[in-house]
């Protein structure tokens, strides 16, 4: 009779008694390694069970590397650092906007203690979170007021809310538009109590079409910046400064969700004109609303501005509890904020603008220099013409040039972009035309070690 192969398995005190876990359990506790171990021996034992080979070693010092490979897993945060090879700058799936500096140390120098989140120290008394922003809001975009919540989808959320629930919103069909997967402007609008009144039509909307809608339940008009798409041809759309001059007589208000929330000029020579939150204010918008995440380049927020009475009327809204920012988010974007005070700094200081206007030639010398040092160290790469995206739902369509650094070798491109995936720091990477490529634009330069190592280990 042959012998029952699970009988291979040693056991738990054989395995700890071996020289190879006294590491491992000098520097663990006993019962998580114990665990670990059992956890270990299971899948040892269904794999003997379902009639695999048992693996090439059985012996102690395999189950020690195993066991420790198992903890160190667990150990392992499940939100971690990446690497962005992608090129897209804004990356929603990556956490869209890295902070500047100035940002991180603000955030950090409220993170471990108390602050003044709401308290006057003035007065020394109660205060309000929403006041912190408010004064470089007002300053940058010409506001009479302002107020921050946790992301643009809830800007839109509480602006209409406020201004029209249980009335009806004006919307131009054209810009009932889906953003990311789970934003769509009319699912927003029903969910703050207002009714969606559509006109127009997909590619034009005019002027006499909102004239035509708007009566005694009109809440609010709200104009909605097409981010993630274009559409050409056959096309109208009426202005915003046509839409105030109808709605301002009519004491209807105008909301503009801006949604990338740029606010100076274009960040790249490559990208067209987009409008700024003063810009539409100027142009008449009674709120504009906008992402602190995008174009911004600061924390996940959402920033409402424009007249005072209805900020007002939000911040009393219920809603706002709801939807309220925390001290590190309003630590992050007031320092954000404060860089854009001078449009050098902020396009030097600020990662998203810094990566946006990288010129060419300054990128291209970066992929070469990189290339060539996997080339020095025996790997195949080589740098080819690609465009980087701006991502984020912003400038759709937009492409900036791009040098990639595209990866040779004996692995296959998938192959190669899941270890690059599976290696620390994990990095993300395109394929195009069955290579693995490399757009060092959203990679900071003092990131360019990191990405070398990981690089070679997963060409390894
Ligand atoms: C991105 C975007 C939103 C959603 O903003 P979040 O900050 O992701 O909630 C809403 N409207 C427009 C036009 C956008 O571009």
Same mark, same amino acid.
């Given at each position: 009779?042959?012998?029952?192969?699970?009988?291979?398995?040693? &056991?738990?005190?054989?395995?700890?008694?071996?020289?190879?876990?006294?590491?491992?359990?000098?520097?663990?506790?006993? &019962?998580?390694?114990?665990?670990?171990?059992?956890?270990?021996?299971?899948?040892?034992?269904?794999?003997?069970?379902?009639?695999?080979?048992?693996?090439?070693?059985?012996?102690?010092?395999?189950?020690?590397?195993?066991?420790?490979?198992?903890?160190?897993?667990?150990?392992?945060? @499940?939100?971690?650092?990446?690497?962005?090879?992608?090129?897209?700058?804004?990356?929603?799936?990556?956490?869209?906007?890295?902070?500047?500096?100035?940002?991180?140390?603000?955030?950090? /120098?409220? +993170?471990?203690?108390?602050?003044?989140?709401?308290?006057?120290?003035?007065?020394?008394?109660? &205060?309000?979170?929403?006041? =912190?922003?408010?004064?470089?809001?007002?300053?940058?975009?010409?506001?009479?007021?302002?107020?921050?919540?946790?992301?643009? %989808?809830?800007?839109?959320?509480?602006?209409?809310?406020?201004?029209?629930?249980?009335?009806?919103?004006?919307?131009?069909?054209?810009?009932?538009?889906?953003? &990311?997967? @789970?934003?769509?402007?009319?699912?927003?609008?029903?969910?703050?109590?207002?009714?969606?009144?559509?006109?127009?039509?997909?590619?034009?909307?005019?002027?006499?079409?909102?004239? +035509?809608?708007?009566?005694?339940?009109?809440? %609010?008009?709200?104009?909605? =910046?097409?981010?993630?798409?274009?559409?050409?041809?056959?096309?109208?759309?009426?202005?915003?400064?046509?839409?105030?001059?109808?709605?301002?007589?009519?004491?209807?208000?105008?909301?503009?969700?801006?949604?990338?929330?740029?606010?100076?000029?274009?960040?790249?020579?490559?990208?067209?004109?987009?409008?700024?939150?003063?810009?539409?204010?100027? %142009?008449?918008?009674?709120?504009?609303?906008?992402?602190?995440?995008?174009?911004?380049?600061?924390? /996940?927020?959402?920033?409402?501005?424009?007249? @005072?009475?209805?900020?007002?009327?939000?911040?009393?809204?219920?809603?706002?509890?709801?939807?309220?920012?925390?001290?590190?988010?309003?630590?992050?974007?007031?320092?954000?904020?404060?860089?854009?005070?001078?449009?050098?700094?902020?396009?030097?200081?600020?990662?998203?603008?810094?990566?946006?206007? +990288?010129?060419?030639?300054?990128?291209?010398?970066?992929?070469?220099?990189?290339?060539?040092?996997?080339?020095?160290?025996?790997?195949?790469?080589?740098?080819?013409?690609?465009?980087?995206?701006?991502?984020?739902?912003?400038?759709?369509?937009?492409?900036?040039?791009?040098?990639?650094?595209?990866?040779?070798?004996?692995?296959?491109?998938?192959?190669?972009?899941?270890?690059?995936?599976?290696?620390?720091?994990?990095?993300?990477?395109?394929?195009?035309?069955?290579?693995?490529?490399?757009?060092?634009?959203?990679?900071?330069?003092?990131?360019?070690?990191?990405?070398? /190592?990981?690089?070679?280990?997963?060409?390894?």
């Amino acid at each position: 009779m042959t012998r029952d192969p699970r009988r291979a398995i040693p &056991g738990v005190d054989r395995l700890l008694a071996d020289a190879a876990f006294a590491p491992l359990l000098a520097s663990e506790a006993r &019962g998580r390694v114990v665990a670990a171990l059992r956890a270990v021996q299971g899948e040892v034992r269904a794999g003997l069970a379902a009639g695999r080979e048992p693996p090439e070693a059985r012996d102690a010092a395999w189950y020690a590397s195993a066991v420790a490979a198992r903890l160190r897993a667990a150990a392992r945060p @499940s939100l971690r650092p990446v690497l962005n090879a992608t090129g897209v700058v804004l990356h929603t799936n990556l956490g869209r906007a890295p902070l500047a500096g100035a940002a991180i140390e603000a955030l950090v /120098q409220v +993170a471990g203690g108390y602050a003044n989140l709401e308290y006057e120290l003035e007065g020394g008394r109660r &205060g309000s979170r929403y006041d =912190h922003c408010v004064g470089l809001l007002r300053e940058l975009t010409g506001a009479e007021d302002a107020l921050v919540v946790n992301n643009n %989808a809830a800007a839109v959320l509480l602006a209409l809310n406020t201004v029209a629930e249980g009335r009806e919103a004006v919307i131009s069909r054209g810009e009932l538009v889906e953003i &990311g997967d @789970s934003f769509r402007v009319a699912e927003i609008m029903a969910k703050s109590g207002a009714r969606i009144v559509e006109v127009g039509a997909t590619n034009r909307t005019h002027l006499a079409d909102y004239a +035509a809608a708007l009566s005694q339940a009109t809440g %609010a008009i709200l104009k909605v =910046h097409r981010s993630n798409f274009r559409i050409t041809g056959f096309v109208a759309e009426a202005t915003l400064g046509e839409l105030a001059a109808l709605a301002a007589p009519r004491g209807i208000p105008v909301i503009n969700d801006l949604g990338s929330g740029l606010l100076l000029g274009p960040p790249a020579a490559e990208l067209p004109h987009e409008p700024t939150a003063a810009e539409a204010l100027r %142009a008449g918008a009674d709120l504009v609303t906008m992402s602190g995440d995008k174009l911004l380049g600061g924390p /996940q927020a959402g920033i409402i501005a424009g007249r @005072s009475r209805w900020i007002a009327a939000m911040r009393r809204n219920p809603l706002a509890r709801a939807l309220r920012p925390d001290k590190l988010t309003l630590a992050a974007l007031e320092a954000t904020l404060s860089l854009h005070r001078d449009p050098e700094t902020a396009r030097r200081e600020v990662p998203v603008l810094r990566m946006l206007g +990288a010129g060419a030639e300054e990128l291209a010398a970066r992929a070469h220099a990189f290339a060539g040092r996997l080339r020095a160290l025996g790997h195949e790469a080589e740098v080819v013409d690609g465009a980087s995206a701006v991502g984020g739902g912003a400038y759709p369509g937009a492409e900036l040039p791009a040098a990639l650094v595209a990866l040779g070798g004996a692995r296959s491109a998938a192959e190669l972009e899941r270890r690059l995936r599976h290696g620390e720091p994990p990095v993300v990477a395109r394929i195009t035309e069955g290579r693995v490529v490399l757009d060092l634009r959203t990679i900071a330069p003092a990131e360019d070690a990191a990405l070398l /190592q990981a690089v070679t280990d997963a060409l390894r």
